[in-house]
């Protein structure tokens, strides 16, 4: 693909976007996409990015930004060499460095990238925010809700953009599926199921002299939430975004039931998050299964959206009677099977029609996403909605990791920030 080739591909991708932004219901659902319509990316100097983390995502993420029109990576910085040298691979021409707090004393940056185990989230943003600089935080925010809340307040403090990690907030099927889901399409939403289910069992291999919580940080519980924080945040933020609300109250049942190889977080969670009017959502994540992967269902009275698979169901009319289903299939040309005697009920079975579909094959969410960042650094302010929506799915998933660990329903916690 030539340069030219790829532009065209990014503007019609971004076209694409805000085609499916704009409309009813979207301003309060998806506001920074107004914000997106005026950005011209393509002027002015690029913003200067520093990494901090060049592991598997960090890098990642690297190459997306590397897409972009209006970023450019200056500088890397791990504790890792592994991954510094991965990453020196990738910005060659990139400063490098083994402590952030240098990175950060030595200037030239605009803002970083924060791509590192969770339980450093928060220190590294806070110091970011001292040195002046707007930060990108990959999701789930912080290990814990106090330092979530540490984080918003502190950019609110300095003036300074906070933008996580959330790219479906940017993926042009999710905005159509929620547009035609503000419409009305699918009728009175009242229930969403996701689930995040792998067939693996997220320890990596420790080289030599390495210590394992280095490398397998995710299985601990002082540096992570396991499944609560590195996957479900993200359908946590769908729930929240297509109910228009945060949770009031979540109930659920974690276990390490597959994986006994020493692991601290849950590799088996199912809850439920109950919000006003009765309405919820269903969450499942293991680790030991992945037949039905990765998915989110919304479920309302006329239909259902899966914006995942990027499709759209409507629901069945009624069943026709036996002998006017024969009258349609003779006019029709259909043949078959008609009942004469025997049972009466048959199973509700899952329906299996093709539904229609909500999208395009061809998406880069991701690097969009940095190109918002980017824009909202170049103004000095931050893409609007983005970090409510971020906020509410972090607390969300903490909340449901301790209603786990508690064995009881938790209330949504008082004394969040506002964001009214």
């Known amino acids: 693909m030539q340069e030219k080739d790829f532009d065209l591909t990014r503007r019609s991708f971004v076209d694409r976007v805000l085609m499916a932004a704009a409309g009813t219901g979207m301003a309060a659902a998806a506001p920074w996409t107004a914000f997106a319509a005026t950005a011209r990316p393509d002027q002015g100097d690029r913003v200067r990015i520093g990494f901090i983390g060049t592991g598997d995502r960090g890098r990642t993420l690297i190459q997306n930004l590397a897409k972009t029109r209006n970023c450019a990576v200056v500088s890397i910085c791990d504790t890792y060499d592994v991954n510094l040298a991965k990453g020196r691979v990738l910005a060659p021409n990139a400063r490098t460095f083994t402590d952030h707090r240098k990175m950060l004393e030595t ?22 925010f001292d040195a002046g600089l707007h930060v990108w935080c990959e999701k789930a925010m912080a290990r814990t809700i106090d330092d979530c809340s540490a984080m918003v307040a502190k950019s609110r403090s300095t003036n300074k953009v906070l933008q996580i990690g959330h790219q479906r907030m940017f993926h042009p099927t999710y905005l159509n599926a929620l547009k035609r889901t503000k419409a009305g399409e699918i009728g009175t939403v009242t229930q969403i199921r996701a689930s995040w289910h792998r067939q693996n069992s997220w320890r990596r291999a420790v080289p030599s002299g390495v210590p394992d919580r280095q490398i397998n940080w995710r299985l601990y519980r002082d540096s992570s939430a396991g499944l609560m924080t590195e996957l479900a945040t993200h359908q946590l933020q769908i729930g929240d975004w297509f109910f228009d609300a945060a949770p009031q109250r979540v109930m659920g049942s974690g276990s390490i039931c597959f994986w006994k190889d020493g692991r601290e977080v849950y590799d088996h969670v199912a809850l439920i998050y109950e919000y006003a009017g009765g309405r919820k959502l269903v969450y499942t994540s293991l680790l030991n299964n992945a037949r039905y992967g990765c998915e989110e269902q919304i479920m309302g009275s006329k239909g259902t959206i899966e914006p995942e698979l990027g499709r759209i169901y409507q629901e069945l009319p009624p069943r026709v009677a036996t002998l006017e289903r024969m009258k349609k299939d003779i006019v029709k040309g259909k043949k078959r099977a008609v009942p004469i005697g025997g049972a009466t009920w048959f199973p509700e079975l899952p ?21 918002g960042f980017g824009e909202a650094v170049r103004a000095g302010k931050p893409l609007p909605g983005l970090l409510q929506q971020a906020y509410q799915a972090s607390v969300a998933s903490l909340l449901g990791e301790q209603a786990m660990d508690q064995g009881k329903a938790l209330d949504w916690p008082t004394g969040l920030i506002s964001f009214s």
Not at 107 to 128: F, K, M, N, W, Y
């Open 351 to 371: 329906i299996t029609t093709p539904g229609e579909s909500l999208g395009w094959s061809d998406y880069d969410e991701t690097m969009l996403q940095f190109e």
């Open 107 to 128: 200037g030239g940056l605009d803002a970083v990238v924060i791509a590192t185990p969770l339980h450093v989230h928060a220190r590294q943003t806070l110091d970011a």
